[in-house]
């Protein structure tokens, strides 16, 4: 007769329910007290609202965002007309819903490509150090010479005007903070024991930076990534203003502020909504990623 | 003090090379041939109705003039010296040489980021100190929400707003004035500073809350004084040091805030200057723009390195 244990469907005990809890990944117990704190609770949920709105756009709103109606210029917020209509008769608010979806797609696209060129590029510097640390780090300076926005106009004037090229010009503007942010990370935990273990074990370099040590940092760099979406949102929202990304008639909230000045007089709806909308959603992401970063810095978690 | 001062000094040249180096190599990464866009450019000034096809000769002069005959290091070699002998070539649009036109409107770019800086200053220690006076009450929440919703805030949205209500509705100031009044000033001053307040009003705050665990400010409180008076009058000068670091960074955003307010307020200035060139395409006058607006970043941020290391001794040992 087999005296093989049998598996059974006894409750888990108090003991195994113990060592279950304690094996609960850093990233959960941190989600686990971000979802108690009530302030980026509240942006996460204005945020997911913004999302929805502008994902919903053609649904939420009748109207086209591009079709001029000139009997219905320049009418403030009514009834029909929530928002009010611009100078060629355009609803305002399916403007600002369907320009979420330009400046949503520009945060996250820009954020990527500054996240991915700086995982590639921070890690090569923060791992191997030497020659090629210190030919990145003075990349780095040079870039980081250039001061705010500037760098980006200045890829704009090569590439020319366009949003594609928008997209890229905050993305690249944005390497070197990440690129900092990772090789610091990568510098710290390429002395800890499990990359010796790795390295003892045959793992090449790459896998070493791939299996080991970017999921290892991942934590902050999600973080600043998430915060890196709001700045982003801002940056083409100014290059827009400026002239240096949508033309006109895409609706774009930059875009939008820059043609309300035409008629500030008479028209306070039109450089008052889209600003709102802007600042709406930047706040909601910077108080997700400012809970974010309490919930997983381990200081704040020992007040 | 000296070698330190050296030392970083040294750092910098790289740096300043490395800047100039990239703001030469747009020309050669531009899409489109820029003797082409030059020559285009010329012709449509000189004559706009005429025919506008280009000769072979007319190319190769221009080419021969703009030196891109030359191998990229003789051409890089000729720019930094004339660069350094106060020649940027001249603009596209208006033929004048471009360090001319950068000198003409340096005094408004200065100015304006000078009164942003103060504006900034000066909102921000206020913020800061109420906070901390007050802290972990609902002053302290409302002020760093402020701080928050600040640097949430377009600029240009908010200098937008500052011209409808102040300007337009109240009448309060004017929209638009000669620059270098005062009265013109204070709108884009507020515009450009508030967002910077955030950071120097956040640092003040977390600056402060940590002088007042040091043991001084314990024995302060132990002689009765009110809170008020332990923080302005102990902890205050302390916790300004980390602040007085961060305002000479402010500096760099400054000149990159001036690039839009000046646009909002239709003001002169660098900023305005790059703008239009960007959207213009006027190349000479981009990189004129470009290299030296951030030739001073660079040297502000330098000087700011140097004031550290002169106020906070243990930095130079480092």
């Known amino acids: 007769m087999s005296m093989a244990v049998k598996p059974t469907a006894a409750p888990i005990t108090a003991m195994e329910g113990q060592s279950a809890k304690q094996g609960a990944s850093m990233t959960l117990l941190a989600l686990r007290s971000l979802a108690r704190k009530p302030i980026p609770m509240l942006g996460l949920a204005v945020l997911v609202i913004t999302i929805l709105l502008v994902i919903l756009a053609p649904v939420m709103t009748p109207y086209d965002p591009a079709k001029m109606s000139p009997t219905e210029a320049l009418q403030g917020p009514s009834a029909r007309h929530l928002l009010g209509t611009d100078g060629f008769g355009r609803d305002q608010l399916t403007r600002i819903l369907y320009g979420g979806r330009l400046s949503l797609q520009v945060g996250l696209i820009s954020v990527g490509i500054g996240l991915w060129a700086g995982l590639v590029v921070g890690s090569v510097a923060g791992y191997f150090g030497g020659w090629a640390d210190e030919a990145i780090g003075r990349l780095i300076d040079i870039m980081m010479a250039f001061p705010g926005i500037l760098l980006a106009m200045t890829i704009v004037a090569v590439l020319g005007i366009s949003i594609p090229n928008l997209m890229i010009a905050v993305g690249v503007s944005s390497i070197p903070a990440f690129t900092r942010l990772i090789r610091g990370g990568v510098l710290s935990a390429r002395e800890n024991d499990y990359v010796l273990a790795a390295r003892a074990i045959g793992c090449s370099d790459l896998a070493i930076i791939r299996r080991h040590l970017i999921p290892n940092i991942m934590a902050p760099i999600l973080v600043y990534a998430t915060l890196r979406i709001a700045t982003a949102i801002l940056a083409s929202a100014s290059l827009n203003f400026l002239g240096m990304g949508a033309k006109p008639p895409t609706p774009e909230w930059g875009l939008m502020l820059s043609e309300s000045r035409s008629f500030i007089r008479t028209a306070w709806w039109l450089a008052t909504f889209p600003g709102l909308a802007i600042m709406a959603t930047v706040i909601s992401i910077n108080v997700l990623g400012d809970g974010l970063r309490d919930a997983f810095d381990p200081w704040m978690k020992g007040k | ?318």
Do not use: C
Request: net charge positive; aromatic share 8%.
């Open chain 2, 1 to 318: 003090m000296t070698r330190y001062i050296l030392r970083r000094a040294l750092l910098a040249v790289p740096t300043l090379l490395g800047v100039s180096l990239a703001v030469f190599l747009m020309l050669h990464f531009l899409p489109g041939d820029p003797v082409l866009m030059m020559l285009t450019e010329h012709a449509g000034q000189q004559a706009p109705s005429s025919n506008t096809d280009i000769t072979a000769e007319q190319y190769e002069n221009m080419r021969h003039e703009l030196g891109l005959d030359q191998p990229l290091y003789v051409q890089y070699g000729r720019f930094i010296w004339r660069a350094l002998h106060g020649d940027l070539g001249k603009s596209f649009r208006s033929q004048a040489p471009v360090v001319d036109t950068i000198i003409d409107n340096i005094p408004y770019t200065f100015v304006l980021a000078m009164a942003g800086l103060g504006v900034s200053v000066a909102l921000g220690l206020v913020l800061g100190i109420i906070a901390a006076i007050n802290r972990d009450t609902w002053i302290d929440g409302a002020t760093m929400t402020l701080a928050v919703a600040s640097i949430s805030m377009p600029n240009f949205w908010f200098g937008i707003m500052l011209l409808l209500i102040f300007a337009l509705q109240l009448r309060l100031l004017p929209a638009v004035g000669p620059p270098m009044q005062l009265k013109s000033l204070i709108l884009p001053a507020v515009a450009l500073g508030f967002r910077s307040s955030a950071s120097v009003a956040r640092l003040m705050r977390s600056s402060l809350v940590e002088v007042v665990h040091e043991d001084y400010v314990r024995t302060a409180r132990a002689k009765g004084l009110t809170e008020r008076a332990v923080i302005l009058r102990h902890a205050l000068k302390n916790a300004l040091i980390p602040v007085v670091t961060i305002v000479g960074l402010q500096f760099g955003s400054m000149l990159s805030g001036a690039t839009i307010i000046e646009t909002v307020f239709a003001r002169p200035g660098i900023g305005k200057l790059a703008v239009t060139a960007v959207v213009q395409k006027d190349f000479p006058l981009i990189q004129g723009t470009i290299l030296f607006t951030a030739v001073i970043y660079v040297i502000a941020n330098f000087l700011v390195d140097m004031s550290y290391a002169w106020l906070d001794p243990r930095v130079r040992y480092h």
